[in-house]
């Protein structure tokens, strides 16, 4: 009987090369839809370069099967760095062989070895736990225009976090960013923000 914990694909992971990023993003496109931008965790990103180090590509031979990315934010009063989570994308038809898990222990690795401590991300709690994330809320994590607060989730790569840095998680470059979202399923009229960006967490 086959290990459910063992991959059964032979897939390789890798640091995303600059030569793949159009594939990684057609890739994403593909798994979350053309709105995937509208996201509030987006605004986060906008104008902000993931941290190269932890980008990461998933490859069946010649082909991007699996991406996973992480933003600088700041979080709270105090500006504390931290990472944001995401995307983590599968290739539908490969979904549940392991490369998420693969692609998410590795970098979560890679960024504790680098000297992060506190990694966000907005996402299913359940697949998340897996990996040291709770919920970030009751932690007084906060992220402005997400609809879903309860997704929100938190892994410290080191102890003593958790009830110690709290607070808004921020642009890193200090961009406002509005605090509350209209669900637009609850205001026809749509939920356009101030400076005109659609916020659709999910
Ligand atoms: C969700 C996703 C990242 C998981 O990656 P994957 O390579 O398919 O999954 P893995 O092989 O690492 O893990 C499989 C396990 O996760 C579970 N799982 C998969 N998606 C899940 C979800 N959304 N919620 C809870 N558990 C989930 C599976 O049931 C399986 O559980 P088991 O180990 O107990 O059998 C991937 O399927 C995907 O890209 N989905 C679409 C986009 C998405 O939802 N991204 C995540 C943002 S929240």
Same mark, same amino acid.
């Given at each position: 009987?086959?290990?459910?914990?063992? +991959?059964?694909?032979?897939?390789?992971?890798?640091?995303?090369?600059?030569?793949?990023?159009?594939?990684? @993003?057609?890739?994403l496109?593909?798994?979350f839809?053309?709105?995937r931008?509208?996201k509030?965790s987006y605004?986060f990103r906008?104008?902000?370069?993931p941290?190269?180090?932890l980008s990461?590509?998933?490859?069946?031979?010649?082909?991007?099967?699996?991406t996973i990315r992480y933003w +600088?934010v700041?979080?709270?009063?105090?500006?504390?760095?931290?990472l944001l989570l995401g995307p983590l994308g599968?290739?539908?038809?490969?979904?549940?062989?392991?490369?998420?898990?693969?692609l998410t222990?590795?970098t979560? @690795?890679?960024?504790?070895?680098?000297?992060?401590?506190?990694v966000l991300l907005v996402g299913?709690?359940?697949?998340y736990?897996?990996?040291?994330?709770? +919920?970030?809320?009751?932690?007084?994590?906060?992220?402005?225009?997400?609809?879903?607060?309860?997704r929100?989730q938190?892994?410290?790569?080191?102890?003593?976090?958790?009830?110690?840095?709290?607070?808004?998680?921020?642009?890193?470059?200090?961009?406002?960013?509005? +605090?509350?979202?209209?669900?637009?399923?609850?205001?026809?009229?749509?939920?356009?923000?101030?400076?005109?960006?659609?916020?659709?967490a999910?």
């Open positions: 009987m086959t290990d459910k914990n063992t +991959p059964t694909l032979n897939f390789t992971i890798k640091p995303e090369p600059a030569a793949l990023t159009g594939a990684v @993003e057609q890739m496109d593909y798994v839809g053309p709105t931008l509208d509030a605004l906008d104008g902000v370069d941290v190269p180090e990461y590509v998933a490859m069946l031979g010649d082909e991007v099967v699996g +600088p700041h979080v709270g009063p105090t500006n504390h760095p931290a599968i290739t539908p038809r490969l979904a549940g062989k392991g490369i998420g898990r693969t222990f590795r979560l @690795e890679v960024a504790a070895e680098m000297g992060h401590d506190l299913d709690v359940d697949y736990k897996r990996f040291g994330f709770v +919920p970030a809320t009751p932690h007084g994590f906060v992220m402005p225009g997400e609809k879903r607060p309860e929100l938190v892994a410290p790569l080191k102890r003593g976090l958790l009830g110690v840095v709290r607070g808004d998680i921020r642009h890193i470059h200090g961009r406002s960013i509005a +605090p509350a979202a209209i669900d637009p399923a609850l205001a026809p009229l749509g939920a356009a923000q101030a400076d005109g960006a659609q916020l659709d999910r």
